[in-house]
């Protein structure tokens, strides 16, 4: 085998990324994984190796590390390396370093483009998009797959080794903050690599023990951090957070859309309603004081708000009557500070 077919299979590369390959890795990061040949290795093994000196070996795997090309864990004599895997890098690239997509286009513009007949198709036709669309597609389906048991255990009401996400109403918002130390901000990979909408990436934020030396990001102030939320609100994201925050601390919040961020597709894919997220609320809806504007039905992500067909009179205007089907409502609460006749309210889950 040569060197870049064993670094496909120790790196667990799509084969759809092989031809590719030099937008996502360099031949030194290859050479180092296929060089660890899936062990775990020092860095007077890896100096050893590659003929070269301890300081050379721990510079070299330091960066990868910290580029998600290996990973490492401590043992009583020192840290030992050994190969990541494409997942892994993909989300670190989604997230910090969007060059691979820059590169991509490059690599097939230089290709299959040049031949195309007619010049103006749709972009979906561009084979660097659909190129683009296909790692979203794959890297869905790992954390997909990945995520299976976990799902299967909530459903049966299993003990599970992390708690399951919640939805955190805007009012608490105060109360997280006040309970933090350290708050970083990371991009949103889901909707850095999905691109199936147009809302604000840099919006995801880790806490106090769970901000690690690859978390990365921008530190940031209670403030700012405060801001960060609302703008996320008012682009109509559903906020997420771990649902022991309150008993254990924050860990994390994710500012989330329905389009692009996995845990909601797939919760929606699985019919995990209630369960993943976990959901004690629900919306209520005030009929007498509804306007019927349909401003909900833009804001609500699960069709719980919709255009009905009946129509009324309202303000010597006809207009259709805005129907709400509570059964579809997951209770995230993005939807009350939208009415403008505070006709929604949210209410405990009976």
Sequence with gaps: MSMVEKFVVLFSVPDFVVPYLSCFVSESQMDLVVRLDGQRCSVSDVAKSMGCDLEQAGVLLEDCYYKSIVNREVRDEGFVYFGADFYGRLDFLCKFDESYKVN????????????????????????????????????????????????????????????????????????????????????????????????????????????????????????????????????????????????????????????????????????????FPVSNQVALRDDVLCLHCGVCTKRCNFSAFYVGDTEMEMNGKLRKMIQFDQDKCWGCGICVDSCVAKAISMTRRV
């Design 104 to 275: 991509l286009k490059r690599c097939t513009d230089s290709g299959e483009n040049k031949n195309r007949v007619n010049k103006d198709q749709k972009a979906e036709d561009d084979i660097g998009d659909r190129l683009l669309k296909a790692l979203d597609d794959w890297c869905y389906q790992v954390y997909a797959e990945g995520m299976g048991p976990y799902l299967e255990q909530l459903k049966n009401n299993e003990v599970v080794d992390r708690a399951p996400e919640t939805f955190l109403l805007i009012e608490d918002l105060e109360e997280l903050l006040n309970s933090v130390s350290e708050i970083r901000m990371v991009p949103c990979n889901c909707r850095k690599l999905a691109e199936r909408c147009s809302k604000p990436t840099e919006t995801c934020l880790s806490f106090d023990g769970s901000i690690t030396d690859r978390t990365f990001g921008r530190p940031l102030s209670k403030d700012e951090a405060r801001e960060i939320v609302k703008v996320a609100h008012r682009n109509g994201l559903m906020h997420q957070i771990n649902s022991d925050w309150r008993e254990k601390g924050p860990a994390w919040l994710c500012n989330c859309c329905s389009c692009c961020c996995y845990p909601t597709r797939l919760a929606q894919e699985r019919g995990m309603k209630g369960i």
